[in-house]
């Protein structure tokens, strides 16, 4: 495997630009190029003043062998093979990282190296006379690139997130978006190329695979049924294919309120002394004595909405003797119905009234108003009770029975 690998550097070192460097041919003039770039790249190199040869150097990442890797091989046409050059490798790395043979120009590399922590080295090289250590040429700089292998998975850096949303949103509205970070190479390979997908939070919720964007997938999602959705999503490397590196963060997303309250008729509840009877009425009961604005009951409908769009307010429907007899209004918070006496009562004169009450939500959001009505009615009877009247005074009993006298005689 080892032999193999480096056999691999070596074709590696092998792909780049690698003409041979010699001075131009005398007596020609260089006209226009005509035809694409890489029939123009296949051309040698010409350059007068250097005579190396050499490519783009590459290692990959985190080798380990068990000996330094051949990745390359410096040469100048100087060297005609009599052994009197010597190769010198000055830079980063040089000596430490990167040793050179100094007859056959061969680099190798002796550790492991990782392209995150540095991604390139900068080296220079130069052709020394053995003899007398003179250069025989200026000194050329050249790269070796540190190739990216996939050994990084993503990984969210602003996880875990939340949001909010308002309940009843469209099907596709945007709610966040998550950002996973791979710290392999982009520009190689698939190994940072991600792809977004839904663990858990499937049906309510999907994420675009490309964006990370995530946006409702389920219509009329219901605060008052389920406020808070956990939702994991994942971030695969490789595209998202098979053997790529995962990541996953969690999203915790909150429906936000607004008015959805549609009153059910099963959903008042009454206080003070009355009750709810089988027959859908509720029952109060008030002494025919009890002066104007005396408390006769309390209603409220439940509303499971929050804030203001939970506040309600209350009327008498039908007009008759129940509006004329008694009135309601909303209490300071907003929640109950008051119904209080309106004018005085008589028992003799009537023992029971009938009428509905109306609750309705006070803010609605205009756009939702088609998924109204927002309100609900209930049947009130309130019972007049019977109080025990004074006597009659003794001056107008006698006056009475006196004009009864006289009017028989003696």
Same mark, same amino acid.
């Given at each position: 495997?080892?032999?193999?690998?480096?056999?691999? *550097?070596?074709?590696?070192?092998?792909?780049?630009?690698?003409?041979?460097?010699?001075?131009?041919?005398?007596?020609?003039?260089?006209?226009?190029?005509?035809?694409?770039?890489?029939?123009?790249?296949?051309?040698?190199?010409?350059?007068?003043?250097?005579?190396?040869?050499?490519?783009?150097?590459?290692?990959?990442?985190?080798?380990?062998?068990?000996?330094?890797?051949?990745?390359?091989?410096?040469?100048?046409?100087?060297?005609?093979?009599?052994?009197?050059?010597?190769?010198? *490798?000055?830079?980063?790395?040089?000596?430490?990282?990167?040793?050179?043979?100094?007859?056959?120009?061969?680099?190798?590399?002796?550790?492991?190296?990782?392209?995150?922590?540095?991604?390139?080295?900068?080296?220079?090289?130069?052709?020394?006379?053995?003899?007398?250590?003179?250069?025989?040429?200026?000194?050329?700089?050249?790269?070796?690139?540190?190739?990216?292998?996939?050994?990084?998975?993503?990984?969210?850096?602003?996880?875990?997130?939340?949001?909010?949303?308002?309940?009843?949103?469209?099907?596709?509205?945007?709610?966040?978006?998550?950002?996973?970070?791979?710290?392999?190479?982009?520009?190689?390979?698939?190994?940072?190329?991600?792809?977004?997908?839904?663990?858990?939070?499937?049906?309510?919720?999907?994420?675009?695979?490309?964006?990370?964007?995530?946006?409702?997938?389920?219509?009329?999602?219901?605060?008052?049924?389920?406020?808070?959705?956990?939702?994991?999503?994942?971030?695969?490397?490789?595209?998202?294919?098979?053997?790529?590196?995962?990541?996953?963060?969690?999203?915790?997303?909150?429906?936000?309120?607004?008015?959805?309250?549609?009153?059910?008729?099963?959903?008042?509840?009454?206080?003070?002394?009355?009750?709810?009877?089988?027959?859908?009425?509720?029952?109060?009961?008030?002494?025919?004595?009890?002066?104007?604005?005396?408390?006769?009951?309390?209603?409220?409908?439940?509303?499971?909405?929050?804030?203001?769009?939970?506040?309600?307010?209350?009327?008498?429907?039908?007009?008759?003797?129940?509006?004329?007899?008694?009135?309601?209004?909303?209490?300071?918070?907003?929640?109950?119905?008051?119904?209080?006496?309106?004018?005085?009562?008589?028992?003799?004169?009537?023992?029971?009234?009938?009428?509905?009450?109306?609750?309705?939500?006070?803010?609605?959001?205009?756009?939702?108003?088609?998924?109204?009505?927002?309100?609900?009615?209930?049947?009130?009877?309130?019972?007049?009770?019977?109080?025990?009247?004074?006597?009659?005074?003794?001056?107008?009993?006698?006056?009475?029975?006196?004009?009864?006298?006289? *009017?028989?005689?003696?």
């Amino acid at each position: 495997m080892a032999s193999f690998l480096q056999l691999l *550097l070596a074709w590696l070192g092998g792909c780049g630009c690698a003409g041979r460097l010699v001075p131009p041919i005398q007596g020609t003039k260089a006209g226009p190029f005509r035809g694409n770039m890489s029939q123009r790249w296949e051309r040698p190199l010409l350059r007068s003043r250097r005579s190396w040869v050499w490519n783009q150097f590459f290692v990959i990442e985190e080798y380990a062998g068990p000996e330094p890797v051949l990745i390359g091989r410096l040469h100048t046409d100087v060297d005609r093979g009599e052994g009197r050059i010597k190769y010198v *490798l000055t830079g980063e790395g040089a000596g430490t990282v990167f040793v050179i043979d100094e007859k056959t120009g061969n680099i190798h590399v002796t550790k492991t190296l990782d392209r995150e922590e540095k991604s390139q080295y900068t080296l220079l090289a130069q052709a020394m006379d053995r003899a007398s250590n003179r250069p025989l040429e200026p000194p050329s700089e050249f790269i070796i690139k540190v190739q990216d292998i996939n050994d990084n998975p993503p990984v969210f850096l602003h996880g875990p997130y939340h949001a909010t949303v308002p309940e009843m949103s469209n099907v596709g509205t945007s709610v966040i978006q998550v950002t996973a970070h791979d710290a392999d190479d982009p520009s190689y390979g698939n190994s940072a190329k991600l792809v977004y997908t839904v663990l858990e939070g499937l049906p309510f919720f999907s994420v675009d695979p490309q964006t990370g964007v995530i946006r409702t997938a389920t219509p009329n999602m219901d605060r008052e049924t389920q406020q808070e959705f956990l939702v994991v999503v994942q971030a695969k490397d490789m595209g998202g294919h098979a053997g790529g590196l995962s990541g996953s963060t969690t999203v915790t997303v909150t429906l936000s309120d607004w008015s959805t309250c549609c009153f059910r008729r099963s959903a008042f509840t009454v206080f003070l002394a009355s009750h709810y009877e089988l027959t859908g009425s509720y029952q109060f009961t008030v002494v025919e004595t009890a002066p104007p604005g005396s408390v006769v009951g309390r209603l409220r409908a439940h509303d499971p909405d929050e804030g203001e769009n939970a506040l309600l307010a209350y009327s008498i429907l039908d007009g008759g003797d129940g509006a004329e007899a008694f009135a309601i209004h909303t209490d300071s918070l907003g929640q109950d119905g008051i119904i209080t006496v309106k004018k005085p009562l008589d028992f003799e004169s009537r023992r029971s009234y009938t009428f509905r009450v109306e609750a309705t939500n006070t803010i609605i959001d205009p756009q939702y108003i088609r998924k109204g009505p927002f309100k609900d009615v209930a049947t009130v009877r309130v019972t007049v009770e019977d109080a025990d009247e004074p006597p009659l005074s003794p001056a107008r009993s006698i006056a009475w029975l006196s004009t009864r006298t006289a *009017l028989r005689g003696p």
